[in-house]
Every structure is written in structure tokens, then in C-alpha cells.
């Protein structure tokens, strides 16, 4: 993808079908957290933070990874056999290798992708050289 005038890209993915089994494995979400930056040319601040719940209605995994250029962080569902993932960046990546693989990961049968470029109208004359 090409720079353009805008801050950078926010995805965001609303995955359904996925194996629950994966959703709940703490392991499997920190390494694919820890992975994703480099995947995509970015730069790790530190681990990923996680954070597992047992509650019935709320059971699974939360995680973020603070990079450079801003975060990318995942909710899952292992009851519902779902997750919720953002990925924000001021530099621009590929979004579909992202898609590609946590849909590859998580065994993700229907996902509803969203691609939005925000700050629009931020003074950035020289953020993206």
C-alpha cells in the first residue's frame, strides 16, 4: 500500500467460526501478539500484556502489544467462538497479511473486515518519509 496524507490505518476484524479451543489457549495469543509486529514491519515496545477470564459469560483472552507506531490488541470469546482484533498504526502495512493469518491461526470461518485511514487533517509533512 502506498503512503497516503492520512496518520495511518486502522483494522479492524470481527472474526466468527473460530475454533474455541484456540481462542482460549494463552500460549497460542501471546505468541501470535508477540509475531504480528515483525509480520507486518513493525516495532515492539515490549511483550504483549494478557489477560485471561474464566467468567462464563465473558470467558477467554484479552491481549495488547504496544509498537512504535501506535498498538494492535485481541478479545476473544472461546464460548462463542469468536474475537474482536484492532490493529492501529501511523505507518502504513498490509492488512491483508494480517486477515490472512489470525484467520489462518484461529481457523476463523466469516470475518467482517474493516479498513478506516484516520487523522485525515493531521499535520504530518514529513510522518510517512
Do not use: W
Not at 117 to 127: T, V
Amino acid at each position: 500500500m502506498t503512503a497516503s496524507p492520512s496518520y495511518g490505518l486502522h483494522l479492524t476484524i470481527d472474526a466468527y467460526g473460530a475454533d474455541p479451543a484456540k481462542l482460549a489457549d494463552l500460549q497460542l495469543l501471546f505468541e501470535t501478539l508477540d509475531a504480528l509486529p515483525a509480520l507486518i514491519g513493525m516495532q515492539k515496545i515490549g511483550p504483549p500484556q494478557m489477560a485471561q477470564f474464566k467468567d462464563p459469560d465473558k470467558a477467554g483472552v484479552s491481549g495488547v502489544i504496544m509498537i512504535v507506531e501506535s498498538h494492535i490488541s485481541i478479545h476473544t470469546y472461546e464460548k462463542k467462538d469468536c474475537f474482536f482484533m484492532d490493529v492501529f498504526s501511523c505507518k502504513h502495512f498490509d492488512h491483508e497479511v494480517v486477515v490472512e493469518h489470525v484467520k489462518r491461526v484461529f481457523g476463523a470461518i466469516d470475518l467482517e473486515v474493516n479498513l478506516v485511514e484516520r487523522g485525515k487533517r493531521f499535520p504530518a509533512e514529513n510522518l510517512h518519509a
